[in-house]
Protein backbone atom coordinates (compact mmCIF):
# COMPACT_ATOMS: atom_id res chain seq x y z
CA UNK A 1 0.00 0.00 0.00
CA UNK A 2 1.10 3.35 -0.91
CA UNK A 3 0.30 6.30 1.83
CA UNK A 4 0.32 10.10 0.06
CA UNK A 5 0.33 13.59 1.85
CA UNK A 6 0.22 16.51 0.31
CA UNK A 7 1.56 19.97 1.68
CA UNK A 8 2.33 23.58 0.08
CA UNK A 9 -1.34 24.68 -0.26
CA UNK A 10 -2.81 28.06 0.99
CA UNK A 11 -3.94 31.34 0.28
CA UNK A 12 -2.12 33.50 -2.47
CA UNK A 13 -3.15 36.26 -4.62
CA UNK A 14 -3.92 36.25 -8.15
CA UNK A 15 -0.42 36.28 -10.44
CA UNK A 16 1.66 34.72 -7.14
CA UNK A 17 3.00 31.13 -7.37
CA UNK A 18 2.76 28.22 -4.66
CA UNK A 19 4.98 24.92 -4.86
CA UNK A 20 2.77 21.43 -3.73
CA UNK A 21 4.48 18.64 -2.42
CA UNK A 22 3.35 14.86 -2.21
CA UNK A 23 5.34 12.75 0.11
CA UNK A 24 4.91 8.93 -0.40
CA UNK A 25 5.64 6.27 1.79
CA UNK A 26 4.69 2.03 1.90
CA UNK A 27 5.41 1.34 -1.40
CA UNK A 28 7.94 1.10 -4.63
CA UNK A 29 7.48 5.13 -5.46
CA UNK A 30 9.95 5.34 -8.62
CA UNK A 31 7.39 2.51 -9.66
CA UNK A 32 4.74 4.34 -10.07
CA UNK A 33 3.35 6.98 -12.56
CA UNK A 34 2.31 10.33 -9.98
CA UNK A 35 -0.68 12.88 -11.09
CA UNK A 36 -2.03 15.92 -9.62
CA UNK A 37 -5.84 16.27 -9.56
CA UNK A 38 -7.72 18.92 -8.43
CA UNK A 39 -11.62 19.96 -7.00
CA UNK A 40 -13.70 22.58 -6.54
CA UNK A 41 -16.71 22.84 -4.69
CA UNK A 42 -19.71 21.01 -6.39
CA UNK A 43 -17.40 19.75 -9.68
CA UNK A 44 -15.79 16.97 -10.67
CA UNK A 45 -12.25 16.33 -9.69
CA UNK A 46 -10.10 17.15 -12.98
CA UNK A 47 -6.96 16.38 -14.27
CA UNK A 48 -4.19 18.93 -13.56
CA UNK A 49 -0.86 17.29 -14.48
CA UNK A 50 0.77 13.91 -14.58
CA UNK A 51 4.14 12.88 -14.64
CA UNK A 52 5.81 8.92 -15.72
CA UNK A 53 7.67 6.81 -13.20
CA UNK A 54 11.21 8.02 -14.51
CA UNK A 55 10.16 11.85 -14.45
CA UNK A 56 11.15 11.68 -18.44
CA UNK A 57 7.82 11.97 -19.59
CA UNK A 58 4.89 14.49 -18.02
CA UNK A 59 1.76 15.83 -19.16
CA UNK A 60 -0.93 18.66 -18.54
CA UNK A 61 -4.13 19.83 -18.67
CA UNK A 62 -4.91 22.72 -20.78
CA UNK A 63 -5.56 25.18 -17.82
CA UNK A 64 -1.86 24.46 -16.47
CA UNK A 65 -0.17 24.22 -19.34
CA UNK A 66 2.85 26.89 -19.37
CA UNK A 67 1.83 28.08 -15.80
CA UNK A 68 2.49 24.95 -13.62
CA UNK A 69 5.13 22.20 -13.57
CA UNK A 70 5.31 18.83 -12.44
CA UNK A 71 8.59 16.88 -11.40
CA UNK A 72 9.44 13.90 -8.99
CA UNK A 73 12.42 13.13 -6.76
CA UNK A 74 12.33 9.66 -7.02
CA UNK A 75 15.20 9.70 -4.53
CA UNK A 76 13.04 11.51 -1.68
CA UNK A 77 9.79 9.83 -2.81
CA UNK A 78 7.94 12.98 -3.70
CA UNK A 79 6.75 14.48 -6.69
CA UNK A 80 5.78 18.47 -6.81
CA UNK A 81 3.79 20.97 -8.24
CA UNK A 82 5.07 24.30 -9.40
CA UNK A 83 2.32 26.91 -9.89
CA UNK A 84 2.72 29.97 -11.10
CA UNK A 85 0.37 32.85 -12.57
CA UNK A 86 -1.92 31.77 -9.88
CA UNK A 87 -5.52 32.74 -11.00
CA UNK A 88 -9.09 32.87 -9.15
CA UNK A 89 -10.17 29.74 -11.06
CA UNK A 90 -7.54 27.79 -9.77
CA UNK A 91 -8.64 27.40 -6.18
CA UNK A 92 -9.64 24.21 -5.22
CA UNK A 93 -8.33 20.94 -3.52
CA UNK A 94 -5.56 19.57 -5.23
CA UNK A 95 -4.81 16.00 -4.64
CA UNK A 96 -1.65 13.90 -5.69
CA UNK A 97 -2.00 10.35 -6.83
CA UNK A 98 -0.31 7.43 -7.85
CA UNK A 99 -0.59 4.91 -10.30
CA UNK A 100 0.86 1.47 -11.36
CA UNK A 101 0.83 1.70 -14.90
CA UNK A 102 4.36 3.23 -15.65
CA UNK A 103 3.22 6.91 -17.70
CA UNK A 104 0.19 7.64 -15.86
CA UNK A 105 -3.16 9.00 -17.50
CA UNK A 106 -5.23 11.65 -17.47
CA UNK A 107 -8.49 10.16 -15.84
CA UNK A 108 -8.55 9.59 -12.26
CA UNK A 109 -9.93 6.19 -12.73
CA UNK A 110 -6.58 5.15 -13.61
CA UNK A 111 -5.01 6.00 -10.09
CA UNK A 112 -4.87 3.53 -7.40
CA UNK A 113 -3.79 5.69 -4.40
CA UNK A 114 -4.47 8.81 -3.43
CA UNK A 115 -3.71 11.67 -1.33
CA UNK A 116 -6.00 13.78 1.07
CA UNK A 117 -5.65 16.62 -0.70
CA UNK A 118 -4.46 20.46 0.12
CA UNK A 119 -6.39 23.42 0.02
CA UNK A 120 -5.11 26.13 -2.66
CA UNK A 121 -7.17 29.27 -2.90
CA UNK A 122 -6.26 32.52 -5.25
CA UNK A 123 -7.77 36.01 -4.26
CA UNK A 124 -8.67 37.99 -6.90
Known amino acids: QVQLVESGGGLVQAGGSLRLSCAASGGRFSSYAMGWFRQAPGRERSFVARISWSGGRTYYADSAEGRFTISRDNAKNTVYLQMNSLKPEDTAAYYC?????????????????WGQGTQVTVSS
Open 97 to 113: AASRGRFGSTSYRDYDY
